[in-house]
């Protein structure tokens, strides 16, 4: 039996995967890059390499290209700022199980970007903590994150279950020794899973398996 959960947030929280997306690729447009989303899926959700290097290829110095992430980060602020981006079943499912089970959040989310997007979730109360960006040197698909997750919550390995969507949050929770279910996301619906220990069609799947548990 599991004694807590650690939740990735953008594409199984809130929807603003699509968002980031879309900041980068009219950003990087500027300067000539098309970036697809076959690119953009590979480049951030599997490699976690990003799209800079293709601007760079194009002739942009390294202060361009600082000034291009600047304006990517205040267009997804913007975004996000503009709607709700609470995904469905999410509320309905977190407070139920937290009532059960210690939570937190672990996410490569910048913190102002994270708490702009839970603005009007109403979601973090039910959360111990949320590691944000800052919180840790190396970024999935590294096991730093979930790694220190643990630390905080002193569980061991086989205490912690994750819920992640993207194949490099996959990669990051197997190298910590975890449990992952998998929740594709429509984004991340073609990555390879191989490696989860259960691929999900929806949170209402999680709330269920562990209603069983």
Known sequence: ????????????????????????????????????????????????????????ARGVDEAGVRRLADERDRRYLELVAGGDTL???????????????????????????????????GLLGWFEFALTRDQYAR??????PYRIACERLGLAARDVLVIEDSERGLRSAKAAGLTCWVVPSPLTAPSDFTGADAELGSLREVLARLRGA
């Open 1 to 56: 039996m599991f004694k807590a959960i650690l939740w990735d947030n953008d594409g199984v929280l809130v929807d603003t995967e699509g968002l980031y997306f879309q900041a980068t690729r009219e950003t990087i447009a500027s300067v000539g890059v098309d970036l697809t989303i076959d690119d953009y899926r590979q480049l951030f959700l599997v490699e976690a390499r990003g799209a800079w290097h293709l601007a760079s």
């Open 87 to 121: 995904l469905p079943g999410a509320r309905e499912v977190v407070a139920e199980l937290a009532a059960r089970f210690r939570m937190a959040i672990v996410t490569s989310s910048k913190p102002e970007p994270f708490h702009r997007a839970h603005a009007a979730t």
């Open 139 to 144: 970024a999935k698909p590294d096991p730093e």
